[in-house]
Each structure stands twice: as C-alpha cells, then as structure tokens.
C-alpha cells in the first residue's frame, strides 16, 4: 500500500500520549491479515471513503490500529480511550494540528500559516460550526496528494464519543459528509444499533464485523499465546499483588484457553496472571467499566435492568420473549434495555428469534460473583 508521502514525516506526528498507546498496543502483536487485507482492498476499490472496523470489547480493534499506524508512516492517528479526548473540541484541535503538519510538508505554507491563527485564535468558532475547517484542510492536502497517495485519518473507539456537547443529528466528532478524493476515514467501535451510528455519510463506506471472522481470530489467538509464552518463558518471574477485599476469587497455574477463543484482552490479562491468586486487576477495572457504563445507559430503568442483568448472567444464551415471561414485562420494554447494552452483547438468531448473551463468558462469571442476586 501507498502511503501519504515516499518518506516518513520528519515531524513529530502524533502527541506523546498517542505515541505510548501505539508503542504499547504493539508489544507481542501477531496476525491479524484478514484485516489489514481488507483495509487494503478498500482503498484500492475506493477512490475515497470510510472503512469501519467493529468487535466486541477487548478482540484488538485498538491493537489492529495502532499496528497499522506503525506500519504506515504519515498516517493520522487520534485516540478517544484516553481522558478527555472523547470530546469533538479535543478531537478537531489534535487532528487539524495534524494535517496542517501534513500540508506544510506538501509546501502549502500560506495557508498553514492562515490555518495556525484559526487554531490559536479563532478555534472555537470551527468547532461549533462543525466540520467546516476540518473539510477545508482534507481538500487542501487532497489536491497536493500525488497520483498514488493516499490521506489516511483513523479513530480508534468511536463508542466512546461524548456526543452530548454536539447538536442533536450532527456526525459523530463533526466528521464530514462528504470526502475529497484520495481522503480515507478508518475507525474502529463496538457493535451498535444500525440506526444508532452516529454517521450521515455520501462517500463509498464498508462496516468489517470481525466476529464474521471467527476462524482467523482464534488463529491469531493461538498465535499470541504461542508468542507470550515464548517469550515469558526466557523471562521468568513476577511480582505478587495484593488482593483487595472486593476482587473476585482466582487462581490458575497453567494457561486452559477454550479452542474458541477469541478475545485478546481476556487472554492477556490471564496469561500475565499465571502463577498469582488475584482476578487480574486490569481486567476486573475492564468489566467494571462496562458495568458502570450499562448502569448509566439504563438508569432510568434501574429496578428493572437490574431483573434482566440477573437473568443474563444466570443464562448462556436467551430471548426477550423469555425474558418478559420470568419477569411478566412487556417485550418491548425488555428490548429498549438490552439495545441500550449492545456494546456488550452477542446476538444469535436461533428459529428466527433473537437470543442473548454477553460477549464473553468471563464477563458473565465476574458479574455473577459482583451483582447481589434477586
């Protein structure tokens, strides 16, 4: 693939924040092909557009993109993971600093300079009018881009977007409607409702579900768990925790990974854990992230999400029909929780009605030994 320029940016591109998170997300990457394949085939299919890459919490959206920045020098990078970067102000102040680098490398120094006094002086009133300037800056870099180059920005967790300080309707971080050639967003979020995307776009755009893509992720997997202990086994040792009065119970000598496993973040956390008698702590603060992200979703619900919270993790799988029957509840209502959690829920059609699980089974198991059962 073609990047944006033939050599490397000679600037610092990114903020030291985002260049500790690539640094991090990076260490003992292995596979991830099919991915980075597709990316490839939409760009060269595209003459513009926005390539989506969804999953559920912790399969390596964040890992696949930080791999791909890294591989591909003068690509853009902005992460909302980190505090404070959920906002759209935060967002288009870090990304325009960016391409006005970009476009200063392509020679276009009257405006870089006219670009900069927007940014210190006048930025608030782009970022209440939305994409306006950000639009002005793709254009301009998009007619310097030679024949073979490519503008590339990704969004790494798109779920997170604190949309509540943008107008009812606008995209997601004011991200534009339409792109200039040669121009390419690549973002990576959780699973959501169709209607719930946040994006009103007239540009080519692809979704790539990764959980259609089961066979190559517990691939991938069991070629990270090769590699950790590969390269655990010529550093031996570790550093016992204190376990706190509220970690759920843990203990595991040797790595037993289910054949179907697919998820990165379980695996990690549990292999660093080997030989300790702690949950890993990264993972309990993980789920009770989710946790306290599903309890705001549905606090106007509460008495009765905490019901269906209940049943969910006493069931492997189940229907809202089911659901509404234990409880004596209206479907529908049933269903206006559960799509407020969806981030965090897999869904199977089973004789074409819709079952219900959460994403992963360790998340079920931590949440039954939290919850206080009805």
């Given at each position: 693939m073609k990047i944006i320029t033939e050599?490397?940016?000679?600037?610092?591109?990114y903020p030291l924040e985002f260049e500790q998170i690539i640094t991090a997300k990076n260490q003992n990457f292995v596979g991830r092909e099919f991915v980075f394949s597709a990316i490839n085939d939409f760009l060269n299919q595209s003459d513009r557009g926005y390539f989506t890459i969804i999953g559920d919490p912790g399969i390596?959206?964040?890992?696949?993109?930080?791999?791909?920045?890294?591989?591909?020098?003068?690509?853009?990078?902005?992460?909302?993971?980190?505090?404070?970067?959920?906002?759209?102000?935060?967002?288009?102040?870090?990304?325009?600093?960016?391409?006005?680098?970009?476009?200063?490398h392509q020679g276009s120094k009257t405006y870089v300079e006219r670009s900069r006094n927007n940014l210190t002086a006048n930025f608030p009133d782009f970022t209440t009018e939305g994409s306006g300037f950000l639009s002005l800056l793709l254009q301009e870099i998009s007619d310097?881009?030679?024949?073979?180059?490519?503008?590339i920005i990704t969004i790494d967790g798109c779920d997170r977007i604190d949309i509540n300080n943008q107008p009812r309707g606008s995209n997601i971080f004011y991200l534009p409607r339409y792109l200039p050639e040669k121009v390419y967003f690549?973002?990576?979020?959780?699973?959501?409702?169709?209607?719930k995307s946040g994006l009103l776009i007239e540009n080519p755009a692809q979704s790539?579900?990764?959980?259609?893509?089961?066979?190559?992720?517990?691939?991938?997997?069991?070629e990270y768990i090769k590699s950790y202990l590969n390269e655990s086994s010529h550093s031996k040792g570790s550093v016992s925790e204190e376990k706190n009065p509220g970690d759920v119970s843990f203990n595991i000598t040797e790595p037993d990974f289910d054949d179907d496993e697919t998820n990165f973040m379980y695996v990690k956390e549990i292999l660093a854990a080997i030989n300790e008698d702690i949950y890993p702590p990264n993972l309990q603060l993980y789920y009770q992230n989710h946790l306290e992200k599903m309890n705001l979703a549905t606090s106007k619900q509460q008495t009765m999400a905490l019901q269906v919270l209940n049943i969910l993790v006493q069931e492997q799988?189940?229907?809202?029909?089911?659901?509404a029957e234990r409880l004596d509840e209206d479907?529908?209502?049933?269903?206006?929780?559960?799509?407020?959690?969806?981030?965090?829920?897999?869904?199977?059609?089973?004789?074409?009605?819709?079952?219900?699980?959460?994403?992963?089974?360790?998340?079920?198991?931590?949440?039954?030994?939290k919850i206080d059962p009805l």
């Open positions: 050599n490397p940016i000679n600037i610092p591109r390596g959206k964040s890992a696949i993109l930080a791999h791909y920045v890294s591989q591909n020098p003068g690509v853009v990078y902005y992460n909302i993971e980190i505090t404070g970067k959920n906002r759209v102000e935060e967002f288009l102040t870090t990304i325009c600093t960016q391409l006005i680098e970009i476009a200063q310097r881009l030679h024949p073979e180059q490519r503008l690549i973002l990576t979020r959780r699973p959501f409702l169709t209607d790539f579900d990764l959980s259609a893509y089961s066979e190559q992720n517990r691939a991938d997997i069991q799988s189940i229907s809202i029909e089911a659901i479907e529908y209502e049933i269903k206006v929780i559960l799509d407020k959690w969806r981030e965090f829920l897999h869904l199977e059609s089973i004789a074409a009605e819709i079952y219900y699980s959460f994403y992963h089974a360790s998340f079920r198991d931590w949440l039954r030994q």
